[in-house]
């Protein structure tokens, strides 16, 4: 069996009165992020993990913010086509690990709905998914509340 490994980062802005989708669901919350895309930070840092376990490079190379095709565009259909580059190269994604950092709201409540969502996308059974959610302790830019930073990790297995 092979084996690949890749991590992912992405921050995005929060502003008001925009909604806010992290992790494929729509949060309750006064902000949403600062966006070309729907501004899903978690789906997009999978992305990039998942590109990143193929060298593939990153999603603003596949999915560029200056094309119109993007804009606006809901991240699951980003994470659908990613999905579909790992396949179509033999690869099965093993799991994923996600670590989301938000000063507010707070997301702890949603946790299940996003692994049952992005589990769903990637076709993997939901314990195959993790989310982990933190704040930074109001330190920094997201302890401000000024923004949300994730970071996610993707193994992939070549039978
Ligand atoms: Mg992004």
Redesign the pocket.
Known sequence: MELRIGQGY???ALAPDLEMWLGGVRIDSAAGFV?H?D???AI??LCDALLGALALGD??KHFPDTSDEWKGVDSKILLSKVVSMVKERGWEISNADITIALQAPKIAGRILDMRETLSGIMGLEIDRVSIKATTTERLGFVGRKEGCEVWAIALLQKN
Do not use: E, N, R, T
């Open positions: 992405d921050v995005h966006a895309s501004g899903d930070v997009h840092a999603i603003g």
